[in-house]
Every structure is written in structure tokens, then in C-alpha cells.
């Protein structure tokens, strides 16, 4: 569904000093217009930004935690005033096969919006961003599927090949290196999506999984991250593994399932209040799961626990809140199967937040 909002520019934004290319982003007020029109290249989240995002940073990339985890690279988001950074970080391929398609920010319509990024069995279009680690601007260099396991390219990702066996090393042409991290306008990337990309934006594939949207609300509330605060160079560019929520409180707000249209106004409306049931049960859970963590904290207070013990509590508490985040997740898309079994797979309208800002079909500009 369309949305349109506005909000004001950051104006104190420069180009970072270590930047060692000069881009010539050209600073304005930002302002929210209406969504562009839809294309067919992916899907376009958030509202229309009238400053363009900063250069990306030069960072290290962590040691890789497991096998079949996937490199998601780093990115500058919107948070309604000023961009924040998401942490590059190590993410574990949701099915066995699936790539990573990073998002990115296109010019259109006198203005920047993010291209939400997805898995697939292929990589599609990503703006010609060089995000380095692989992503040099089209496909994936930096690993590869084979016989069910994931093998890492060594060349372009830390890895500990004493313990991986399924790796290799070579070397491919990574074009242009510049820190650019916007396709199109005025000093962005000029790229248009290639016909094999084309045909991987309409692949089955999913958007973001629930530990993605964690981390990218957990940097979002971060006052570290965000541009006035760190100018260009955060002081979390990266992650082994995604920045997962302790307590019920630090997780994005309940997602609303997405509304199935059967063309019969009281099915219809008999949907939607099954989904708002779904929330307010959900969003209760959370607030018991988050009271009786809290009166744990305040017994912890009292007996003047030791380090070690609060600890242990802390680490508890994150295994309580990621189990009920799995359950609500479940949960939802029970509820979207039966509805679209029962409704006979209607037209879909609605959905929820991404943490790039808002929800809209879009496409490359």
C-alpha cells in the first residue's frame, strides 16, 4: 500500500575525511513525496529522501561464525530525520541454496529510496554497489552452493580454513573501487539491471528474515550509528552475527500478516480481524514476557548478584525473547497459509513495516 510522508533533511552531513574518493552529493532538504510509480527490477521500501546517503565506510569484515552463514553487507538507512548505519554482518541462509541480495538506494522522482534486499536462488540487482566481500556491484563472488553445502571464496571472506573445508580462492575483476552507495542521480552509480537479474527479481524469494530485522532495529535505536553521531565512520561498521534483541521491549513492533483479499466483503473483514486477534495476542505476550524478566532484573538488584550470575540471567533472557520472536513468526505465517487456503489465495493488499521505512512496490530508478 501507498504511503506518503514527509519529514525534514539533516543538513550537517559531509563526507567523510577517509573517504578517499570524492563524491559529489549534493545536499538538500529532504522532503517526503508520494511513491514512485512500480517497476518490475524489486521492491522499493520506505519514502522519498531528498538527501543523498553517505559514502560507505571502509571496514573489516569479522571471521565467518559457522558454515552455510552468508555475508550480508553493511548499509545506510532512513530513519525518518537521518541516516543510521546497519552493520555488515554474517547471516545463516534461511534454506540451503539461497543467496543474498543486498538492498540499495536508486534516485527517482527527485528524490533516494531503498530497494529492500532479499534471498533467492540467485543474486538479482543491487544498483551496481560495489558493498565489496564479493558484492563488487553484479552477483556474488564470494561463495557458492554446491552439493548442499556452502563453499566460501577465501579471497574475499575471512574464513578459518583450519576448521572449513569447503573452500577456494579466486580472484575475480571487482571493477570500480569507490565508496558510492546510490544508483543513479547526481554522482551515483550508473547501472541498470542486466536480463538475468530481471528474472531474479521474480524468482521465489523472501524478503529479510527475523534476525535481519532485528539487528537493523537494534542499530536503528543505536545513537551510534546514526550519521550526526558517528559522520561517516561508525564505530560498529560490522558483526560476526546479527544484534539480537535480550528483551521483548528492544524488538521491532508486531508485524501485521499481510491481508488476503477474496473479493467477499465478509470473509474479508472476518480475515482482518483474525490478524488483528493475532496482534494483540502477540503484542500481550510480549508485555508478560517483559514484565517477568523485569521483576527478575529487580530480584537480581536486591540479592546484589554477581557479575557472572547476571549474566547467565541476560543470556537467558535473549533465548526466552528469540524463542517467542520464533513462535509470533510461525504464528503469523499459520495464519496467512489458512487464510490464503481457505480464501482460495486472493489478492493480497497490506503488509507491514521493513526497516528501511515503509512498504511500497517499486523498482530501479
Known amino acids: 500500500m501507498e504511503r506518503e510522508q514527509k519529514s525534514e533533511g539533516v543538513d550537517q552531513m559531509q563526507t567523510p575525511k577517509m573517504i578517499r574518493v570524492i563524491l559529489p552529493l549534493f545536499f538538500v532538504l529532504a522532503v517526503f513525496l508520494a511513491i514512485p510509480a512500480p517497476s518490475s527490477a524489486q521492491i522499493s521500501v520506505g519514502v522519498r529522501v531528498g538527501i543523498a546517503p553517505p559514502p560507505l565506510p571502509e571496514y573489516e569484515q569479522p571471521l565467518c561464525p559457522g558454515d552455510g552463514y552468508i555475508w550480508t553487507p553493511g548499509y ?6 537521518e541516516y543510521y548505519w546497519v552493520p555488515g554482518t554474517w547471516v545463516e ?7 543474498w541480495t543486498p538492498g540499495y538506494w536508486g534516485w527517482g522522482d527527485d528524490g533516494y529510496f531503498f530497494n ?4 533467492g536462488l540467485s543474486v538479482g540487482f543491487y ?4 558493498y565489496g566481500f564479493g558484492y563488487f556491484g553484479n552477483g556474488y563472488e564470494g561463495g557458492r552452493w ?15 580454513d583450519r576448521n572449513f573445508h569447503n573452500v577456494y580462492n579466486t580472484r575475480v575483476n571487482e571493477g570500480e573501487r569507490n565508496r558510492v552507495s546510490f544508483n543513479g542521480g547526481n554522482g551515483g552509480i550508473s547501472a541498470h539491471a542486466t536480463s538475468q537479474e530481471e528474472v531474479a527479481a521474480h524468482e521465489t524469494h523472501r524478503g529479510p528474515v527475523a534476525v535481519q ?5 537494534a542499530a536503528r535505536n543505536n545513537p551510534q550509528q546514526k550519521f550526526s553521531a558517528n559522520h561517516g565512520m561508525p564505530a560498529v561498521a560490522a558483526t560476526p552475527r546479527p544484534n539480537l534483541a535480550t528483551h521483548p521491549k528492544e524488538l521491532p513492533p508486531v508485524e501485521h500478516p499481510t491481508a488476503y483479499k477474496t473479493g467477499n466483503a465478509k470473509v474479508d473483514q472476518q480475515y482482518q480481524k483474525q490478524q488483528e486477534n493475532l496482534v494483540a495476542k502477540q503484542t500481550q505476550d510480549r508485555q508478560k514476557l517483559q514484565q517477568q524478566q ?15 550470575r547476571t549474566q547467565q540471567v541476560e543470556q537467558q533472557h535473549q533465548q526466552q525473547t528469540q524463542k517467542l520472536q520464533q513462535s509470533h513468526t510461525q504464528q503469523t505465517q499459520q495464519l496467512q497459509a489458512r487464510q490464503q487456503s481457505t480464501g482460495g489465495g486472493g489478492s493480497r493488499g497490506g503488509g507491514g513495516e521493513s526497516h528501511g521505512g515503509g512498504g511500497s512496490v517499486g523498482g530501479h530508478q
Open 76 to 81: 545506510w538507512a532512513w530513519d525518518g530525520s
Open 93 to 99: 541462509a534461511p534454506e540451503v541454496g539461497y543467496l
Open 116 to 119: 529492500e534486499g532479499f534471498w
Open 127 to 130: 544498483g551496481g554497489i560495489n
Open 146 to 160: 554446491d552439493n548442499g553445502h556452502f563453499f566460501y571464496n577465501t579471497a574475499y571472506n575471512r574464513v578459518d
Open 213 to 217: 530485522t532485528q539487528h537493523a532495529y
Open 294 to 308: 523485569e521483576k527478575e532484573h529487580q530480584q537480581l538488584t536486591k540479592q546484589h548478584a554477581a557479575p557472572e
